[in-house]
C-alpha cells in the first residue's frame, strides 16, 4: 500500500483491509470484486490483484517459503518486498533497499555518482546494504533502517545533530541533502478529453479492460473517442471541469465535457450506473472524488443521491 503513497494516507486504507481480510485465507475466499473495492482510492490496481492471486497459492503451499528468491516466484514480489517478508517474518539474512536506504547509504558513503533510475541505484546499492546488514536480526535492522531514513535521515532537512550514524557518515558536513544525487526523469504532458454523460438518473462510465496495465477493470469517465465523439462535434462552450493528475512520470491534464444523453453508446465496456450505485461501483481514486464535486457542485444533489 506505501507505494507511492504516505504512510499517512495509507493509515485508514490499512486498518479497513485488515478489518476485512485479517489472514491469507480471509483474502484467498473474497471475490475479485470485494478486494478492489477495498483497494478503491490506493491506485495501481494490479498490486490488489497481485496480493489477491498470492493469498490463493500461498494456502496451498506447505511450508510456507523462508528464501526470498521463492517469494520473488509470485507475481507482483519484488527484491524489496520480497527481503522485507523474509527477515521480518523468518530472520532471513537479506537486506532490504528502497528509496530510503539508498539515500541513507549514499550519504554513510559520500557517494557523489548521479543516479538516473531506481535500476541502476539498486544495483550499486544492494550489495552494500547486505554487507553491512546485521546477519543475527536482519528483520530488526532492515526495520531500523526503514525507521531512520523515515524520520532522521529525510530527503529535505535531515536531523544530523540527532542520527545515531552521524560519526561515520560521509555526508553529514558536505551538504547531505545533496545525497543521492539524481536526475529528475523527464516528465511527459498529456491532455485527455472525457465526457460527462447522464441519462434517466444514470451516468455513463467505461470499464478499462482486463489487459489494461494501470487500471485493469476500474471504471472511469469514458474519453470522447470512446463515445464516437470529437471535440468539433460538442457545442461552443468551454468543458464542465478540468483536471489534473499524475500517473508516473506523466502528468495529464483532463478536460470533462458535457455531454447530451442521447448518443448512441455501443460496446461492452460502456455501462451506465445509477448515481445511487456509484458509492458500490469500484471507480479509479480521481475520478471518483472529481464525479463527487461535479456532483455537488455543479448537479445539486450528492454522489449517493
Same mark, same amino acid.
Given at each position: !500500500?506505501?507505494?507511492?503513497?504516505?504512510?499517512?494516507?495509507?493509515?485508514?486504507?490499512?486498518?479497513?483491509? !485488515?478489518?476485512?481480510?485479517?489472514?491469507?485465507?480471509?483474502?484467498?475466499?473474497?471475490?475479485?470484486?470485494?478486494?478492489?473495492?477495498?483497494?478503491?482510492?490506493?491506485?495501481?490496481?494490479?498490486?490488489?490483484?497481485?496480493?489477491?492471486?498470492?493469498?490463493?497459492?500461498?494456502?496451498?503451499?506447505?511450508?510456507?517459503?523462508?528464501?526470498?528468491?521463492?517469494?520473488?516466484?509470485?507475481?507482483?514480489?519484488?527484491?524489496?518486498?520480497?527481503?522485507?517478508?523474509?527477515?521480518?517474518?523468518?530472520?532471513?539474512?537479506?537486506?532490504?533497499?528502497?528509496?530510503?536506504?539508498?539515500?541513507?547509504?549514499?550519504?554513510?558513503?559520500?557517494?557523489?555518482?548521479?543516479?538516473? =533510475?531506481? /535500476?541502476?541505484?539498486?544495483?550499486?546499492?544492494?550489495?552494500?546494504?547486505?554487507?553491512?546488514?546485521?546477519?543475527?536480526?536482519?528483520? &530488526?535492522? =532492515?526495520?531500523?533502517?526503514?525507521?531512520?531514513?523515515?524520520?532522521?535521515?529525510?530527503?529535505?532537512?535531515?536531523?544530523?545533530?540527532?542520527?545515531?550514524?552521524?560519526?561515520?557518515?560521509?555526508?553529514?558536513?558536505?551538504?547531505?541533502?545533496?545525497?543521492?544525487?539524481?536526475?529528475?526523469?523527464?516528465?511527459? !504532458?498529456?491532455?485527455?478529453?472525457?465526457?460527462?454523460?447522464?441519462?434517466? *438518473?444514470?451516468?455513463?462510465?467505461?470499464?478499462?479492460?482486463?489487459? /489494461?496495465?494501470?487500471?485493469?477493470?476500474?471504471?472511469?469517465?469514458?474519453?470522447?473517442?470512446?463515445?464516437? &465523439?470529437?471535440?468539433?462535434? &460538442?457545442?461552443?462552450? *468551454?468543458?464542465?471541469?478540468?483536471?489534473?493528475?499524475?500517473?508516473?512520470?506523466?502528468?495529464?491534464?483532463?478536460?470533462?465535457?458535457?455531454?447530451?444523453?442521447?448518443?448512441?453508446?455501443?460496446?461492452?465496456?460502456?455501462?451506465?450506473?445509477?448515481?445511487?450505485?456509484?458509492? =458500490?461501483?469500484?471507480?479509479?481514486?480521481?475520478?471518483?472524488?472529481?464525479?463527487?464535486?461535479?456532483?455537488?457542485?455543479?448537479?445539486?444533489?450528492?454522489?449517493?443521491?
Amino acid at each position: !500500500m506505501l507505494q507511492q503513497t504516505q504512510v499517512k494516507t495509507v493509515l485508514p486504507y490499512w486498518t479497513r483491509w !485488515m478489518e476485512r481480510f485479517p489472514d491469507f485465507r480471509a483474502l484467498a475466499q473474497a471475490e475479485e470484486t470485494v478486494v478492489l473495492k477495498h483497494w478503491e482510492g490506493l491506485g495501481y490496481y494490479s498490486r490488489a490483484r497481485n496480493l489477491h492471486r498470492l493469498a490463493r497459492q500461498i494456502l496451498d503451499l506447505d511450508p510456507i517459503p523462508r528464501d526470498a528468491a521463492s517469494w520473488r516466484q509470485f507475481k507482483g514480489v519484488g527484491p524489496y518486498t520480497a527481503a522485507a517478508i523474509t527477515s521480518i517474518a523468518f530472520d532471513t539474512p537479506v537486506a532490504c533497499v528502497d528509496g530510503n536506504v539508498i539515500r541513507i547509504l549514499s550519504r554513510l558513503s559520500g557517494d557523489k555518482r548521479p543516479i538516473t =533510475n531506481n /535500476s541502476q541505484a539498486l544495483k550499486r546499492y544492494t550489495p552494500l546494504a547486505q554487507a553491512w546488514l546485521d546477519p543475527v536480526r536482519p528483520g &530488526l535492522h =532492515n526495520e531500523a533502517l526503514m525507521e531512520l531514513g523515515a524520520t532522521v535521515c529525510t530527503k529535505g532537512n535531515p536531523k544530523c545533530e540527532v542520527c545515531p550514524l552521524g560519526s561515520i557518515c560521509r555526508a553529514r558536513n558536505h551538504n547531505p541533502e545533496r545525497f543521492p544525487r539524481k536526475i529528475p526523469p523527464k516528465i511527459t !504532458m498529456e491532455l485527455c478529453h472525457r465526457a460527462w454523460v447522464e441519462r434517466e *438518473g444514470c451516468l455513463l462510465l467505461r470499464r478499462a479492460e482486463a489487459r /489494461s496495465r494501470r487500471l485493469a477493470e476500474i471504471l472511469e469517465l469514458p474519453t470522447l473517442q470512446a463515445i464516437g &465523439l470529437s471535440l468539433e462535434r &460538442l457545442p461552443q462552450r *468551454g468543458p464542465l471541469a478540468t483536471r489534473k493528475r499524475g500517473i508516473g512520470n506523466a502528468r495529464i491534464t483532463e478536460r470533462i465535457w458535457d455531454v447530451p444523453g442521447a448518443i448512441e453508446t455501443k460496446g461492452s465496456e460502456l455501462h451506465w450506473i445509477p448515481f445511487g450505485q456509484l458509492e =458500490n461501483e469500484t471507480l479509479s481514486g480521481p475520478h471518483k472524488r472529481w464525479i463527487k464535486e461535479i456532483l455537488q457542485t455543479q448537479r445539486g444533489h450528492s454522489f449517493e443521491s
